[in-house]
């Protein structure tokens, strides 16, 4: 999978190759340090974010089913800084590093992990369900591919509206073989639905080798099989996967048309946090393998070979972003549950 | 007052709306160029046009899907399935997304949609194409059932449906499309959560909902001649239930027999039996009764089908076993 520089189009069922791109830094030198570095920090956010997740969870104040970003991060980062201030994301149960990346306060965030009425969907969505109606982030889904008909509806109604708005949504590698994925491209390209589709393909389906469950290779050449333009993009890149979802965006605003990304990227934590790292379905010496390609330590080396960061910065930030953090939790921590008059508000609307 | 068939009805209320509200907008397979599998929709392309009336690939969990986004996003879809039977096929948008939304979002998202069709038992449809469904949706807190038996009461709930702001599971009768009635001209809803006395009595209460009202009101005719006197009622709208409605007629002919189309097992009516023995139990004469659809799939010969379905007979026969007169 090369990291892509122009969207492949689907005509007349050929699929146009994608041209490999220049190196990270050399990519990066051509955008402001002022993004660079909130790349960066957002990237960096979300992975101290979910390492605390991760304590929070073994200390057992978040509960239920946990599914952390680690390793995932160029993806959500990247793609979501494409995104106007208008626009809809959609996102599967992995939904904390998006939620992050737009812009969702980590304090907010934590008090939603540990149900605290504080939290982004007032405690009773969880991990598995962050909303924020401001932002435009329109869940944290939670059946797998069923968020992807959802997606194309806020797409339709911008069209129905006409507005400029576009639509993000997010899915995991193993959404692709669900009747859902099929419904909702089909009618996205065939209504003409300004929506991004990125499947993140981070290789597993809880503890499932994708080549197990789908039968093509390159996921987003299912695309094709609608006429949708499609492309592949390096996932652990965060230029790559920014350069390539901003194409598709403005294919989305411009010309009402949707796009199937796949970014190849990994996890690595389990799929949950119930869920071995390794042992089952990976070995350890393969995720230490694909740990080498951190999009994180990548992004920061690029940014020093250029001259926009240095290692004091990189510490300084780090640190500043550990405080967020703890910050985040001290605010969880000490935000009220919701009360028992909770647990039968908004089933319906007066 | 006009005399209207109850698809005509229907057709009505979505074009009374649709003109009211440029939010809404219909949704489902043939509902355009083929005016409706039904000729529920007869019309409406060619007076709101493509945008505002969309034929659908056959895919129910994509477009109920796409109508639950579209609500997110603030529009006011109505989805119109062939027929509920296919319904099965969008359970996890309507039951995961659409009902839930509100809920798991902390209040953020409500979902203002209609997901109507016509259900129930028709004929000699065999298994898959002939049941009634409307307790799968009654079990999920977040949905409203509503299911009109008249031409009046499906204009004036369907307006309701379109208006509320939570989702509307609203079932049709497929056997009811060409039933003709008085229908109020002008404009008028009929609120969703009350239910209608069809006809007043004192010695027993008979339930019923849908197609079932008409085979209830026939059983009532054939009672009187047998000097007992039935007090008809139609819930209209299964979720809210009227439980006021239905519990003091109960307390005033401390007898019921209720009837549905529906599987006996966790049928609506086994909800109606908990909620009139808990809120008039010193008033009961008799054990509740109930006439319910046979515990089988539809067989599609024609004499079995009708074993498989509530009549005028059967529920005749549960009165008067209610009442001791047999």
């Known amino acids: ?350 | 007052m006009s005399i209207l068939q109850y698809r005509e009805a229907l057709n009505q209320a979505m074009r009374e709306e649709m003109l009211r509200d440029d939010r809404v907008f219909l949704l489902g397979e043939e509902v355009g160029a083929y005016n409706g599998a039904y000729k529920v929709s007869r019309g409406l392309l060619n007076e709101f046009g493509p945008e505002r009336v969309l034929d659908t690939p056959i895919a129910e969990l994509g477009f109920t899907g796409l109508a639950v986004g579209a609500a997110m996003a603030g529009l006011r879809p109505i989805v119109e399935v062939m027929t509920f039977n296919f319904s099965i096929l969008a359970v996890d948008q309507v039951v995961n997304s659409a009902a839930k939304m509100l809920y798991m979002s902390g209040g953020q998202f409500g979902i203002p949609m209609v997901f109507r069709g016509p259900g129930g038992s028709a004929h000699q449809l065999a298994a898959q194409h002939s049941q009634a469904l409307e307790a799968w949706y009654c079990h999920v807190p977040g949905l409203k059932v509503v299911m009109p038996s008249t031409p009046a009461d499906a204009k004036g709930l369907l307006k309701s449906a379109i208006r509320d702001d939570n989702p509307v599971v609203f079932i049709e009768s497929e056997v009811l499309y060409g039933l003709k009635g008085e229908v109020p001209e002008g404009e008028y809803t009929v609120p969703i959560g009350v239910a209608e006395i069809k006809r007043p009595g004192n010695d027993v209460t008979i339930i019923a909902h849908s197609k079932m009202v008409h085979v209830a009101m026939e059983a009532a005719k054939d009672l009187e001649a047998e000097g007992l006197d039935a007090e008809v009622i139609d819930p209209r709208t299964l979720r809210p239930l009227d439980a006021e409605t239905l519990v003091n007629s109960v307390k005033k002919t401390n007898r019921a027999v209720i009837v549905e189309e529906g599987w006996p097992f966790c049928g609506v009516g086994a909800q109606m039996v908990d909620i009139i023995q808990e809120q008039a139990f010193d008033y009961l004469d008799a054990p509740i009764l109930r006439v319910t659809g046979t515990d089988v799939p539809t067989p599609y010969n024609k004499s079995l089908e009708h074993l498989a379905f509530p009549d005028k007979q059967r529920v005749v026969e549960a009165v008067r076993r209610a009442t001791y007169r047999n």
């Open chain 1, 1 to 350: 999978m090369s990291s892509g520089r122009g969207v492949a189009h689907a005509t007349g069922g050929n699929v146009a190759e994608i041209t490999a791109s220049s190196t990270l830094a050399e990519r990066a030198r051509r955008l402001s340090p002022t993004l660079l570095k909130d790349l960066l920090e957002k990237m960096l956010l979300i992975r101290r974010f979910e390492e605390k997740a991760a304590e929070l969870y073994a200390l057992g104040k978040i509960g239920g089913f946990c599914h952390l970003y680690i390793g995932q991060e160029a993806v959500g980062v990247g793609a979501i800084s494409t995104l106007g201030p208008d626009d809809y994301i959609f996102c599967s149960y992995r939904d904390h590093g998006q939620a992050l990346a737009r812009g969702l306060d980590p304090g907010v965030l934590m008090a939603e992990l540990c149900g605290k009425v504080t939290g982004c969907s007032k405690g009773k969505g969880g991990s598995m369900h962050l909303f924020d109606k401001r932002l435009g982030f329109y869940g944290g889904h939670a059946i797998v591919g069923a968020h992807l008909p959802l997606a194309a509806g806020t797409a339709f109604a911008a069209r129905y509206l006409k507005e400029p708005r576009v639509t993000l949504c997010f899915f995991g590698d193993a959404a692709v073989n669900i009747g859902s994925f099929h419904e909702s491209l089909n009618l996205a390209q065939l209504w003409k639905l300004p929506v991004v589709f990125i499947c993140e393909n981070n290789e597993f389906g809880m503890g499932t080798p994708i080549e197990k469950t789908a039968a093509i290779q390159n996921l987003h050449e299912r695309g094709g099989a609608y006429n949708m333009a499609h492309a592949g993009a390096d996932g652990m890149d965060v230029l790559a996967v920014r350069e390539v979802v901003a194409e598709a965006i403005e294919r989305a605003r411009k010309d009402s048309l949707p796009t199937l990304i796949e970014a190849q990227t990994y996890r690595y934590m389990g799929h949950s946090m119930s869920d071995p790292t390794h042992g089952i379905y990976r070995t350890k010496a393969e995720l230490e393998e694909h740990r080498k390609k951190d999009p994180i330590k990548r992004f920061i080396s690029a940014l020093e070979t250029i001259g926009v960061a240095t290692q004091e910065y990189v510490e300084e930030t780090d640190n500043r972003i550990r405080e967020i953090v703890e910050q985040a939790v001290v605010f969880a921590d000490q935000s009220p549950e919701p009360g028992r008059d909770a647990l039968s508000a908004d089933v319906y609307l007066p």
